[in-house]
């Protein structure tokens, strides 16, 4: 068996759906899909987009990329540094408009909504990233200057300025935002 035929049968398995369901679903016959997961054939082209698209995986999960050894340390950092530097623009923008000495009720109620439709966003453009993922990546600002802020302020200012609501909601969207997006479709 081939690396993509073992990698569609295991996260078909993993996803609980049969051989026949993958194929109803992906409207594929299912003797393509015993032929691609023994290995007799590979799929190509819309066969593969129908089937990445029933198990809600990227394509290139399951082509593998020559150039992926050599590129893998240059974009993986290149990866961190964003997730940082975004990060640390969604807290400083919702840390301004909510903590700011001279935040009125108009920068508060901005802080708010950023707090939800930032978050929300993102979970539009990561609906393939499971709930803790998508945490990890873009809620780790949040959690640390939710401590920061602990520390260097206390809990009455954080609380009382609305910045600790605001970081709670968008924590919240980040998580169940998925859900969400499924109830609403």
Known sequence: MNKIAKKISEIRKSKGLTQEELAEQSNINIRTIQRIESGESEPRGKTLNLICDVLQIDISELIPNEDSMTNNIGVLIINKFFLLALNMMLMGMIGYLTLDSNANLNSRFGGLMLSIFLPYFIVTLTKKMNNKERMFKFGFGYI???VFIMIKHGFPIGFG?????????????????????????
Do not use: E
Not at 162 to 175: E, N, R
């Open 144 to 146: 640390i200057y939710f």
């Open 161 to 185: 300025t609305g910045l600790f609501p605001c970081l709670l909601i968008s924590l919240s969207v980040l998580y169940f935002g998925a859900g969400l997006i499924k109830y609403l479709d």
